[in-house]
């Protein structure tokens, strides 16, 4: 890679086959001719992504892309309640009618959902072709596009149809971010200092002192500071990508959370806010134990606060809401629900003993 050097490096082992790869993070990336051609090497390319993100980027992405190059441009439409099998075969058919073979690289131009979508039809396109992600969300930019959970919903709940495809570059955009709308960018902001509870305490302080930086979305801060959450998950998933064990660290916050969104209809919350109301219940329990200071949740309410985020489960969601709408969740292994409490500021472990009153008392 000859134009910048990657921010971080994913580094998957594998027996047989090297699987690591780049994560880019600067500004402009999107029109980076020389990257995409050093990425690409002359292959040709299946562009997903949605309407809105079509008017905002897609111009600048087909310029980079060159026009010698075969290009298919799948728009899908934007939202959550559209991440299921038909976008999944809307890309299959378009990749097949336009005659693309193997070799073809697929490219996401999104935030999670795109990602998710063409992450998945790439696994399963003629039994697995290349992809690409170009994240355009906060979210997107520090959890989805790295990784390689790929996947769509099922009207018995989310993420439950999908496959484990790794992407061969992920390109972080940020100023992409200068456009997000404030809501989505919060969302985004969940996640980020999710990484500071769980793995990395003083980016966890980092981030309280930096707040008003990042909510102006000052650029050098915000390229730090995905840096640092892509470091942090590329090196979680390096060590169980599978998510055997440790990856389950991630979801702080998304057991509660996906209860609430599935509980309010998903696309009512976004997944970061449900992740922030999830990520104050499980610190309320962790200091509840004694395992982190009353501070830590203090701090975390004051900065979810600063960005609008909600910090408490919708009014309706009892505990027998939460434990019926959490059994359906992914993370229940034989019938027993796992939950992320932290063991200290910046470690989390996962546990199956909270109990009906543990929850109540976040309510
Ligand atoms: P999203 O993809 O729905 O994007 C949010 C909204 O912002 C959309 O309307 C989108 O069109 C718009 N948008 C995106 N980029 C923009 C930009 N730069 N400027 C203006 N508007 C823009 O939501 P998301 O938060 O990025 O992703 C949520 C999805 O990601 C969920 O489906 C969730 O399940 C999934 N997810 C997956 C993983 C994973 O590991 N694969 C991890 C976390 C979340
Ligand atoms: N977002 C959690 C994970 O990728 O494992």
Same mark, same amino acid.
């Given at each position: ?8 490096? !994913?580094?998957?082992?594998? #027996? ?9 993070? &600067? ?10 051609? &050093? ?58 009618? #336009? ?14 959902? !795109? ?24 979210? *997107?930019?520090? =959890? ?18 999908? @496959? ?25 902001? /969940? ?8 793995? =990395? ?29 892509? @470091? ?7 060590? &169980? ?34 992740? *922030?109301?999830?990520?104050?219940? /499980? ?8 395992? !982190? ?35 359906? &969740? ?13 063991? *200290? ?12 009153? #543990?929850? *109540? @008392?976040?309510?």
């Amino acid at each position: 890679m000859k134009t910048i050097d990657p921010a971080v490096n !994913v580094c998957l082992t594998s #027996e047989s086959i090297d699987r690591s790869y780049p994560i880019f993070i &600067d500004g402009g990336l999107l029109s980076d001719r020389e990257l995409l051609d &050093d990425l690409l090497q002359g292959r040709s390319v299946c562009l997903v992504t949605n309407d809105t993100l079509s008017e905002l980027y897609l111009s600048q992405v087909l310029a980079a892309l060159g026009a010698d190059r075969k290009v298919t441009v799948v728009t899908l439409p934007d939202g959550e309640q559209f991440k299921t099998m038909m976008a999944i075969e809307q890309v299959l058919t378009a990749a097949l009618e #336009e005659k693309h073979e193997r070799s073809t690289v697929f490219i996401a131009l999104g935030g999670g959902v !795109v990602g998710d979508i063409t992450g998945f039809a790439a696994s399963t396109f003629l039994r697995g072709a290349d992809f690409i992600q170009m994240p355009t969300t906060l979210l *997107a930019q520090v =959890d989805s596009s790295v990784g390689g959970k790929t996947g769509v919903n099922h009207p018995m709940g989310k993420n439950l149809i999908g @496959a484990f495809h790794q992407p061969i570059a992920v390109l972080c955009d940020t100023q992409t971010l200068e456009t997000l709308p404030d809501r989505e960018f919060s969302a985004g902001i /969940a996640e980020v200092i999710k990484y500071g509870l769980i793995a =990395d305490k003083v980016f966890f302080y980092d981030l309280i002192d930096n707040a008003e930086a990042l909510k102006s979305r000052d650029p050098d801060v915000l390229a730090r500071v995905i840096a640092r959450c892509c @470091a942090i998950k590329a090196d979680v998933v390096s060590r &169980d990508e599978r998510e055997g064990g440790i990856r389950a660290i991630l979801n702080l916050g998304h057991t509660f959370g996906h209860a609430i969104e599935k509980e309010q209809g998903f696309g009512k919350w976004l997944h970061g806010e449900a992740v *922030a109301a999830g990520m104050v219940m /499980a610190t309320r329990i962790s200091v509840s134990r004694g395992y !982190v200071p009353s501070a830590v949740l203090d701090d975390l309410l004051l900065f979810l606060k600063t960005f609008d985020l909600p910090c408490t489960p919708p009014s309706g969601m009892t505990v027998d809401v939460f434990l019926r709408a959490m059994q359906g &969740d992914k993370k229940v292994q034989s019938g027993r629900i796992r939950y992320i409490l932290l063991s *200290a500021l910046g470690e989390a472990s996962i546990v199956e003993d909270v109990s009906e009153s #543990e929850i *109540a @008392a976040c309510l």
